[in-house]
């Protein structure tokens, strides 16, 4: 188990919010692809405590009532599964709704959110794809640059095509700077 699991009691984070950083990171066996997955975490168990009601059931699993519905969120470290569990009424049974394998604490996000337990802006697919396009809009930067500084490109362009080859470029990474401060921007709101 890595040292992300160990850590996360800072003092600064409610017992349920440890609980379900926690829990996740159980049932991914440690594991963290990124970093920044542990702090969209937190955030998530933030939002899902004051906002949508979760309730620390036992140590290690959450209760959540929606619309009629009753959902049991728990983690089964040993099969590296996350099981939800749902009932229609207060009085009936849990049923297994769904059962995932989590690779790794991200991956636990994505199937929570992907269940409409916890809102998308916490899910690490946008933040994966935002990194991607911004990627695209750095490499497509790079290629405005290298052309406005080969000899001959401007020859019948006039003399400021070069210049607006490296105003185009700035402006792609600028804005691919700004796809990468996005998701960061979106948390703080959110915390």
């Given amino acids: 188990m ?29 594991a963290v692809a ?3 997955d542990v702090e969209l975490a937190r955030a998530a168990a933030r939002w899902a405590q004051k906002v949508a009601g979760w309730q620390l059931h036992l140590h290690n699993s959450f209760v959540v009532e929606r619309e009629g519905l009753c959902f049991w ?7 590296q599964v996350l099981e939800i569990r749902a009932r229609i009424t207060t009085d009936g049974p849990y049923r297994t709704h769904v059962r995932h394998r989590i690779a790794h604490l991200g991956h636990g996000l994505d199937v929570l959110a992907g269940e409409d337990l916890i809102p998308a802006r ?7 794809a935002l990194d991607d ?9 790079d290629e405005l640059w290298r052309l406005a500084h080969l000899p001959g ?4 362009e006039g003399e400021w095509y070069d210049w607006e080859l490296k ?15 996005f998701p960061r921007g979106e948390l703080a709101v959110t915390s």
């Fill in 2 to 30: 890595n040292n992300t699991l160990k850590n996360i009691k800072n003092g600064e984070t409610t017992m349920a919010e440890d609980a379900l950083v926690q829990m996740l990171l159980e049932v991914a066996g440690g």
């Fill in 34 to 36: 990124d970093e920044r």
């Fill in 73 to 79: 969120i728990l983690g089964n470290r040993t099969e």
């Fill in 122 to 128: 916490f899910c690490t697919l946008g933040r994966r």
């Fill in 133 to 141: 396009h911004a990627e695209s809009l750095d490499r497509a930067a």
């Fill in 153 to 156: 490109v401007n020859e019948g």
């Fill in 167 to 181: 105003i185009r470029s700035a402006t792609l990474n600028m804005a691919a700077d700004r796809a990468r401060a």
